[in-house]
C-alpha cells in the first residue's frame, strides 16, 4: 500500500505558475490558430475557421486545448479551357488536441512546434498521444465489431474527454442496449477492470464488464437507475436517506485496501488554489486567503483512520432507483484513504450544484440535512474545511471556452467554498454550514 501524504503537496513555483498562465492566454488567444493551421497543413489540410472548445489546467503539468477546426482540401478541377486548377472542397469539423505537456515527439500523429511560452503538441482528434485505445473507441466499424456481438452499432457518443487523461464513449446498440467505454491511459485497463469485478463479488452493485479489456479500453454495461444529481434537483434528494451512502462505503471490501493509495482533493489544495487563481485572477487575494485558512486549519482536525474509500465519491458517481442507491460509478480512485475525504468530497459538490445550474435550487437545503448525518461519523470540523477545500478545487473547471458566462459561475463557485468556511456571507443559493456543528 502507498503512503498517504501527511500534508497537502506544494503547489508549482511562481516561476512555473508564470509560464502555465501565460501559456493558458496563448491558447485563448488567436496566436494559438497559426502552429495548428501550419500542422494541419502538413497533412494536406487547409484551416478555414479555428474556434477554442475547451481548456484543461493541470498545474505543474501544463494545459491542454481542443480546437474545432472547419476544413478544406485542396483539389484539381478542369477549366471551360481545359486547364486544371486548384479549388478548395469542404471537408467536415475536425478537432485538434494542442498541449504544453510533456509528450514524446515520437507518438504517433503528433506534430511538435513552439509558442514564446514553451513546446507545443499537436494531434488530430482521436490520435491522443496519451489515450490509445481512442481511436477504436470512436471508430463505428471497429466499435461495432469489437463489442457489438452481431448487433447494429445504432448511436455513438462522447459522454467526456479529458485529454491526456480519458475519456468515456456511449455505444448505443440495435437491440436497446448501451456501453459505456472507458479510454484510460496506457496500461490501466486491467487494473480498472478488476476493480470493477472486486466489487460485484463483494456484492456492491457496480456496471458490469462486457469483455477483458482491448487496447486500454475497458468496455461496462450500463447501470441501473438514474444519477443521484436528478434526486437533488427535483427536491434536494428528499425521499432519500444520507445514511444509506455511510452504509454504501461500509460495504466496500477490505480488497480495497490492497491498492494503490491516492491524493484526496485537500491533498493538492496548493495546486487546486493556483488553477483557481489562474482562472480568476481578480479574486487571487480572497483565493491566496481562503487557501491559507484551509492550511492552517487542517492540522488542528482529526483526519480518523485509514479505510477503504471510493476516491470520487459524489452525486455524479452515484445512480439511483426508487430512493435507494442502484449503482457505484466511477471506480478508478478506489483505494485505502480516509472517510472524511470520501464525505467531503460529496458536500463539496453538493455545496457547488446551484454555481453549475441554477436550477438546483433545493441544493442548500439538502446540503444541511446531508451535512448533519456525515458530521456525526467523522470530525466535524475536519469535514467542514474538507468540503471548503473540494468545492475551492472545482473553481478552474468551470472555465469552458463556449460560455461567455463562465467566469460568474466560477466566481459563485468560490463564494460556496468561502462560506462554508464562514469567509462570506451566507445566501440563499449558497450552502452554510450547520449552525448546531
Avoid at 484510460?184 to 477483458?212: F, N, Q, S, Y
Amino acid at each position: 500500500m502507498n503512503d498517504l501524504p501527511s500534508t497537502p503537496r506544494a503547489a508549482p513555483s511562481a516561476t512555473r505558475a508564470e509560464e502555465e498562465n501565460r501559456q493558458l492566454a496563448f491558447l485563448e488567444s488567436y496566436d494559438a490558430h497559426s502552429p495548428i493551421s501550419a500542422a494541419l497543413q502538413e497533412s494536406g489540410v487547409y484551416a478555414t475557421s479555428i474556434h477554442l472548445e475547451s481548456v484543461q489546467h493541470r498545474p505543474g503539468a501544463g494545459v491542454t486545448g481542443i480546437f474545432r477546426v472547419s476544413t478544406a482540401r485542396p483539389v484539381l478541377a478542369a477549366g471551360h479551357s481545359g486547364v486544371y486548377t486548384e479549388t478548395s472542397d469542404h471537408v467536415d469539423d475536425l478537432y485538434v488536441g494542442m498541449t504544453t505537456e510533456n509528450i514524446p515527439a515520437e507518438a504517433e500523429g503528433v506534430n511538435i512546434s513552439h509558442c514564446p511560452s514553451g513546446r507545443l503538441a499537436i494531434w488530430q482528434h482521436p490520435l491522443d498521444p496519451a489515450l490509445p485505445g481512442l481511436p477504436l473507441a470512436t471508430g463505428p466499424a471497429t466499435v461495432a465489431h469489437t463489442w457489438g456481438n452481431g448487433r447494429r452499432l445504432t448511436a455513438l457518443e462522447t459522454i467526456s474527454y479529458r485529454p491526456l487523461r480519458r475519456a468515456v464513449i456511449a455505444a448505443d446498440f440495435s437491440d436497446g442496449s448501451r456501453v459505456y467505454l472507458k479510454v484510460l491511459r496506457a496500461g490501466r485497463a486491467k487494473d480498472l477492470d478488476a476493480r470493477h469485478r472486486m466489487l460485484l463479488e463483494t456484492g456492491i452493485p457496480a456496471p458490469v464488464p462486457v469483455r477483458e479489456p482491448v487496447s486500454d479500453v475497458v468496455a461496462l454495461e450500463q447501470g441501473d437507475g438514474v444519477s443521484l444529481a436528478e434526486y437533488f434537483l427535483a427536491d434536494g434528494a428528499a425521499t432519500v436517506n444520507p445514511r444509506d451512502f455511510l452504509n454504501l462505503l461500509d460495504q466496500l471490501p477490505a480488497e480495497v485496501m490492497t491498492l494503490p493509495a491516492r491524493d484526496a482533493w485537500t491533498d493538492r489544495l496548493p495546486a487546486y488554489a493556483s488553477a483557481a487563481i489562474s482562472a480568476l485572477p481578480a479574486a487571487a487575494d480572497r483565493i491566496r486567503r481562503l487557501e491559507d485558512h484551509i492550511l492552517t486549519g487542517l492540522p488542528l482536525t482529526d483526519r480518523g483512520p485509514v479505510v477503504p474509500t471510493h476516491g470520487d465519491f459524489y452525486e455524479a458517481n452515484v445512480l439511483m432507483s426508487d430512493s435507494r442507491v442502484s449503482c457505484l460509478l466511477d471506480v478508478d480512485s478506489l483505494g485505502p484513504g480516509h472517510r472524511v475525504d470520501d464525505l467531503a468530497c460529496f458536500l463539496g459538490h453538493l455545496a457547488v450544484l446551484p454555481a453549475v445550474d441554477s436550477r438546483y435550487i433545493h441544493a442548500p437545503a439538502a446540503f444541511d440535512r446531508f451535512a448533519r448525518i456525515f458530521a456525526a461519523e467523522v470530525d466535524s470540523q475536519a469535514l467542514k474545511i474538507r468540503a471548503a477545500s473540494v468545492a475551492l478545487s472545482l473553481v478552474a473547471g468551470a472555465r469552458d471556452a463556449r460560455r461567455i458566462d463562465w467566469e460568474a459561475q466560477a466566481e459563485h463557485r468560490l463564494r460556496c467554498a468561502e462560506v462554508l468556511v464562514g469567509l462570506a456571507p451566507e445566501a440563499g443559493d449558497l450552502p452554510s454550514w450547520p449552525a448546531a456543528l
